[in-house]
């Protein structure tokens, strides 16, 4: 159990472009979802903290504006990079929890991450 | 802000041998849980064991223990019979009440045969 997917698994856009990640719980509803970049041989980056039906809470340094978070769903959060640029280019890693319940952990279950190239 | 170090890079081990990887962590909480993370090459991070501060007893999950020293923020992971399979980053992780999870920088762990 506790399975989370995101597609695509990598995607290529243009310089300019707008693109999107899915991020979704398969198997619990996650009231909260993590997204994070991964750069190569560096760890991991949290971004934003999304909680369905409310607006992401972003990290200091982290444009909002370029990056558009979407919690419309317990099993669903999307991350849109627009106007994207070659140094947006990365690896995005989202993660969900669940809570409450006789099942209340503070586990986070991890995604298998989304490579971004910008070309 | 807490933080999370690991002062290891780079380590390696023979196959079926015992390594121990180092963390140490910052923090004015005291109510808290601590993870290892390994993300092999595949990049899905996978979580390999967890402790929860409150609990004084070592956290074991089959070659995977920790030694977990709370008054000196120390948590070590030590992995019994290194196996291929093994060889991956990992990443020591701090959760707060925030809920955020702060990162260690990792540790690039190699099994040699």
């Known amino acids: 159990g506790a399975v989370v997917s995101q597609h695509p698994s990598w995607v290529i856009c243009k310089s300019g472009t707008s693109v999107k990640i899915e991020c979704r719980s398969l198997?619990?509803?996650?009231?909260?979802m993590f997204w994070y970049r991964q750069f190569p041989k560096q760890s991991l980056m949290l971004m934003a903290t999304?909680?369905?039906?409310?607006?992401?809470?972003?990290e200091q340094g982290v444009e909002k504006d370029k990056f558009l978070i979407n919690h419309a769903s317990l099993t669903l959060s999307t991350l849109t990079v627009t106007s994207a640029h070659p140094e947006d280019s990365s690896f995005y890693i989202c993660?969900?929890?669940?809570?409450?319940?006789?099942?209340?952990?503070?586990?986070?279950?991890f995604g298998p991450g989304t490579r971004l190239t910008v070309t | 802000a807490q933080t999370v170090t690991q002062s290891q890079p780079e380590m390696s081990v023979q196959e079926a041998e015992t390594v121990t990887l180092s963390c140490t962590y910052d923090t004015s909480e005291s109510d808290y849980y601590l993870f290892w993370y390994k993300q092999p090459p595949s990049r899905q991070m996978i979580l390999v064991i967890r402790?929860?501060?409150?609990?004084?007893q070592n956290a074991t999950e089959n070659r995977f223990s920790v030694n977990f020293q709370k008054a000196a923020k120390s948590f070590s992971l030590k992995i019994s019979d290194s196996q291929l399979g093994d060889a991956a980053m990992y990443f020591c992780?701090?959760?707060?009440?925030?809920?955020?999870?702060?990162f260690g920088k990792g540790t690039k762990l190699t099994v040699n045969p």
């Open positions: 992780v701090f959760q707060g009440g925030s809920e955020k999870l702060v």
């Open positions: 198997d619990f509803q996650a009231t909260t």
């Open positions: 993660s969900a929890r669940t809570s409450g319940g006789l099942a209340y952990t503070y586990e986070q279950y």
């Open positions: 402790q929860e501060a409150y609990k004084q």
């Open positions: 999304s909680n369905e039906g409310s607006k992401a809470t972003y």
